[in-house]
């Protein structure tokens, strides 16, 4: 293909999403589309698996049967969108394997948030509030991106996400309305989860370097800057009605701009925990690598076994 | 309070409680993400059997307690699973060799149980066996997946079963609890349920290539609550919560 001939598609592939048309996997498509969409879908789809970890330490400890019960059912919901985002990333061309890979040797990065440990059982509801609720801010505006099987599949995770931050501040309302040993609980988990979360809608406009492709490409609607003022706007209310206390004491309410003030970022810290320094990176690394190895002679077997079930049937059709 | 039917329920749920829990540990930690997603699938169908056991049990039991007291706040001794639940996530095969094991006896029981004079278990065990027969699909097909497969696997695979075969004859022993239930109408005699059980085990394995195991050597005891090591450990886990924070809601 001539070099005009290339700018003459991605000239009509822009103006299709322009006209909010999806792009499908048949479609052509600008190389860095595709790769851009690679790094951020598996991205994704890392961050959901990784994220069973944090919270499947609790499910042998839920201080409920109701509780595991909905536990359970949520870290399965996580495993099965890590299941359709792998497989809506392998539309373009890459196998869950090298996604994989790439996780196993750091290559790919999955949500930093995840790097925190889960220490008591108010962290399931701070989890399910806070980072889920950050996670719904950052997705919702994905189920109307360009990419279609990005965007569909976005439409079923957002609704049980948002499901599950129902659940999570439940458990909150549950603690801070309880004795002073499950409020002093549910205060720490907030203290705890309440940065990370903030820092989860990802650095500073000024430092992000991907936010203006993205937002061409409609995989990024808002800066973050935008999407964290949403988030602490909308979480600070929920936190005062069941009383509990936002941990920064530079927050107030700011009537000119409709919005609160809130202190300064540590982004020391979220830098320390991108680079693989933070409280769990290893762990939770280690903890998918010894999945990933201990299946191998699973996995091989289950290919072995359907090899030769092929093999017999060829068999019998001779 | 009838005693006898309350024993009888936890005879009956405690199985369940025990291998959902022991397979709640290991979400996460699957070899695929499918398998993964399967297992937290039957933890999930078994805590949900439980909890519709214990419901009925704390009801008839007619005082304060509630499905978590008899779930999380028993001592070890008052436990009366069997011995073959408890058993630990080994590997793979082990879990695999534990699931089929036991989910060949859980879908001969449940079918008996739909008969029961009592209409609340009959319900139960109703609505259980459609789970249970996709559980017994689902360790049947890797059974012989992995039995079938690789040298490794198949090597594997009846190591776990070889290993597990010594807990598989207390399945079919009667408690006092069972005999009455049983001469009531309401429960099942298990005594009856022992041929069909290593008939079909045994067609199993020998689909998967596998050799059913000789031994007569058996282990006995989960039902009178005396169980192997493992089962503190567990239940360490398991009543956390409970225990460090009594007396509180959730």
């Not at chain 1, 919901?77 to 890590?82: Q, V």
């Not at chain 2, 049947?140 to 009846?158: I, N, V």
Request: charged share 30%.
């Amino acid at each position: 293909m001539s070099e005009e001939q290339i700018k003459n598609l991605e000239e009509q592939f822009e103006a299709r999403i322009a006209r909010d048309e999806k792009i499908e996997p048949k479609d052509w498509m600008p190389e860095k589309y595709r790769k851009t969409h690679i790094r951020q879908m598996s991205q994704h789809a890392h961050s959901e698996i990784v994220g069973m970890l944090p919270e499947g330490n609790w499910i042998t400890r839920a201080p409920s049967l109701r509780r595991k019960v909905a536990l359970l059912a949520k870290v399965q919901d996580e495993a099965g969108h890590g299941l359709y985002l792998y497989s809506a990333t392998e539309t373009l061309g890459i196998s869950r394997e090298e996604m994989y890979e790439q996780l196993h040797t750091g290559k790919a990065k999955y949500s930093s948030i995840f790097n925190y440990p889960t220490i008591t059982w108010a962290d399931m509801g701070a989890i399910g509030w806070l980072v889920d609720g950050a996670a719904i801010i950052n997705q919702v505006p994905l189920c109307n991106t360009s990419y279609g099987p990005y965007a569909r599949a976005m439409i079923r995770v957002c609704k049980e996400e948002s499901f599950h931050q129902r659940q999570g501040y439940e458990i909150m309302i549950k603690l801070a309305n309880g004795t002073p040993e499950q409020k002093e609980m549910a205060q720490d988990a907030l203290n705890r989860w309440w940065w990370p979360s903030l820092m989860m809608l990802g650095p500073t406009d000024a430092e992000s370097i991907h936010t203006e492709q993205s937002m061409k490409w409609k995989l990024k609607r808002k800066s973050n800057d935008d999407l964290r003022q949403q988030f602490i706007d909308q979480t600070v209310p929920q936190a005062e009605l069941i009383g509990l206390t936002i941990p920064d004491p530079d927050l107030k309410w700011n009537e000119e701009r409709g919005s609160y003030d809130f202190g300064e970022i540590n982004w020391d810290e979220f830098w320390q925990v991108v680079k693989g320094h933070g409280p769990m990176n290893k762990e939770r690394m280690k903890a998918r690598v010894n999945a990933w190895d201990n299946g191998e002679w699973v996995r091989d077997a289950a290919m072995a076994h359907a090899k030769k079930k092929q093999e017999r049937k060829e068999k019998q059709a001779v | 309070m009838k005693q006898n039917l309350y024993k009888y329920i936890l005879g009956i749920a405690d199985n369940s409680l025990i291998l959902g829990q022991r397979l709640g540990e290991l979400t996460g930690h699957g070899p695929s993400l499918e398998t993964d997603i399967a297992c937290t699938n039957i933890s999930l169908d078994f805590f949900g059997q439980v909890r519709s056991y214990y419901q009925y049990a704390a009801k008839i039991a007619g005082d304060k307690r509630t499905e978590d007291d008899i779930a999380m706040l028993r001592k070890e001794r008052e436990y009366v699973n069997v011995l073959l639940v408890e058993q630990p996530n080994t590997n793979f095969a082990y879990t695999i060799a534990r699931q089929f094991l036991f989910d060949v006896y859980h879908f001969l029981f449940l079918t008996e149980l739909e008969k029961s004079k009592d209409l609340t278990l009959s319900a139960i065990a109703t609505k259980s066996l459609k789970e249970v027969s996709y559980h017994q699909r689902f360790s049947t097909d890797w059974l012989k997946r992995l039995g079938d497969g690789t040298a490794e696997s198949k090597e594997k695979m009846q190591e776990a079963i070889d290993g597990l075969w010594t807990y598989t004859d207390e399945l079919f022993h009667q408690t006092e609890a069972d005999k009455a239930m049983v001469l009531e109408g309401i429960g099942v005699d298990v005594t009856k349920l022992k041929e069909a059980y290593y008939k079909k085990v045994d067609e199993v394995l020998s689909e998967a290539t596998l050799e059913t195991p000789e031994s007569k050597w058996f282990q006995k005891g989960g039902k009178q609550g005396i169980h192997t090591e493992h089962l503190g450990y567990l239940l360490s886990d398991l009543q956390y919560m409970q225990r460090t924070y009594p007396n509180m809601e959730w």
